[in-house]
Structures are given as structure tokens and as C-alpha cells.
């Protein structure tokens, strides 16, 4: 009787079914599609709350050194100077002006004084490491992580804050006025300090090294007293834009790119950009597009080697980029903001006051 109980009582089961298994990994499936999206929101915001309190401490350097000098970091000297090795290491006395842009000039505010020390010594491209090869956390958008360039068997980093300038033309589309002149081997444009530093970071001067003895023009220094539509209502630091294709990429040969050149580079658009209504400047994403001038016929550098001339603001953020006004403080930019309202907070005195919260 006991043998005969003990055949009615089934087996017990020892696993899943292959059903059972398929149907568990679909819900974990769907669990985590539901998920993700959130956790990556999450991280995107946590980026970008790190991205404002870089432009954040950029702007307080910035205002710091305003007290300390009287006058804000400027942009330095001309883009032919940054490369040119009897100025890498320090500003001919000639000159009277510093000649390396405002990232370098603002080092000792953010705890950096060290690097500023090398370049005496050093200038950019020597030294072990080299200046431009040591990385400055502040002067990089977490979104986009670590941007350089291999340029000579060197690391240059690259930032991702800019200063603003133009722009590059008027509503009608005039550029006949835009006198940016990025030689040191001539002097400077006519038009440069009334088209083109219109910004609270402008041109320090220009300095022309193929004459004997060197000839500089100095610009006026822009301090607190310059500022006359206000420093909470101008634009001090906006993120810049980048192609997302070419974060990191090779230099070698390509000494053309000229746009990205590294932290200290000197006024051009490596540290900073404008906003323009005769241009395709005001980049909302990282998919940049050349500039007016080669939308119809793209220039041959352009078409032999797939880059973009990233000489606008943008943001890997989306819908927003991060901005500090000339107060040191922070906000968030809409990507819908009218280009007619950022041109107007990107000058400094054009009389047209712009209410920041419409940003």
C-alpha cells in the first residue's frame, strides 16, 4: 500500500521550461528598454549640471582676474603668434600686452598657477609633458568627455568654451566690414576692434613681427566700465561647437584646421566664436555645417578631408547650451533663442539690453 502512494505522487519539477525562460528574458527585456532611457537621462543631467559649474568657475576666474587687473582676461595676440616661436614663450617687450589668450591668462585663478609658470620656460610645445598636452578638467563639457588632437607626436586638448566676437556679417549679409587678421606677419585689419571684438573678451592688440623693430597696435582693455549694456545682460563664455565626428582626430598634415589649435590659443576661434545671421554659425547640435561662404561651393580642404569649419556655438546637450553672463552667472540657453536676441547678448555695447530669462 505505502509502495503504491508513494507512484501517485508526481515528481516534483527541478527547472524552467524553455517557454518559461523565453517569457522571464522578454520581461527583464522590456524592464530594461523602460529603464534606460531614464538612466540616461539621469546621467545627461548630471553632465550638465558638471558643464554649468565649469562655466561657472570659468567665469569666476574670469571676474577674479577683473579685480586683480582691472580689466578682463583677453584673447591675446594674434593666431600667427601662438605658433610662432619667438613669442611662445612670452611677450616681447615690445608688445606691451600679453600675447596668449584668455584660458592661459585666467590658469592662476582656477589653481593652475603651475602651468602657467612652465610656459616661461617651455612655451607650448616643450617641456615634458608639454602645456598643451596637460589636461584642465574646467575646460571640458562632460558630454563630450576628453577632446585633442595627435599634432607632431604631441597631445593638444582642446576646450569647449569660447568667448564672443562679430559677427561675422549683418543681416544683409555684409562682410565687407569683418576685419579679422590672424597674421603676425602684417598688420592688423582696419575694422577689427569696430566689426569683430564687440565681446567682454576682446583682442589685447596685434602685433606685426616682419618689421625691424616689431610694431604692435594695443586694443582697449575691456573692463567692468566698458561693459556698457551691463554685465549680467552680455555674454562672458557660451559653449562652442564641435563635429561629434572629429572629437579626437590626427593633426598631422592638416595644419589648415586652424578653428581648434588648443587651451591657450590666441584670438581666433579656437577660444572664441560669434553668432551671425550671414552664416550657418548658430549650431544648435554637434552636426556642424561649413559657413555661408561654403554652403554653395565647400573650399577644397573642406572636400579633401570631410571637416567642418566649426566657428559657432552649440552644445552636446540637447535642447540647451550652458552660458555665463559678464556677472559670473550661469544659465541654461534654449536652442530655440531668436539669433537676433544671442547677437545682442553677445555685445557688450550696442545699446539693445535683452531680457536674460527669455534666453
Known sequence: MELHMKRLIPKQRLGFTLVELLVVIAIIGILIGMLLPAVQQVREAARRTECMNNVRQLALAAVNFESAHMSFPSAGDTSGSYHDPRQSRM????????????????????????????????????GSPPMVENQVPGFNCPSRGER????DLKIVRFGDYAGVMGPLADENGDVDNY????NNTSDPGDHEASATFLGVISKAGHGNVSVSPPRAKKYPKIGFGQIADGASNTFLFVEKA????HYNYSRLGQFDDWWD?????????????MFSFGSSLWIGSDDIRPYADNEARPDSWVQSYGRTRELGFGSAHPGTMTAALGDGSTHSVS?????????????????????????
Do not use: C, K
Open 91 to 126: 611677450t616681447l617687450p615690445e608688445f606691451g600686452f600679453e600675447n596668449a589668450g584668455w584660458m592661459f591668462q585666467i590658469l592662476p585663478f582656477m589653481e593652475q598657477g603651475n602651468l602657467e609658470v612652465q610656459r616661461a620656460t617651455d612655451g607650448w610645445f616643450d
Open 148 to 151: 585633442f588632437a595627435t599634432w
Open 179 to 182: 576685419g579679422l587678421n590672424p
Open 242 to 245: 564641435a563635429n561629434a565626428n
Open 261 to 273: 589649435t588648443g587651451y591657450y590659443h590666441n584670438a581666433d576661434y579656437t577660444t572664441l566664436r
Open 335 to 359: 536652442l530655440n533663442t531668436s539669433l537676433e536676441n544671442l547677437i545682442r547678448v553677445g555685445r557688450r555695447s550696442d545699446g539693445f539690453v535683452v531680457d536674460t530669462n527669455e534666453l
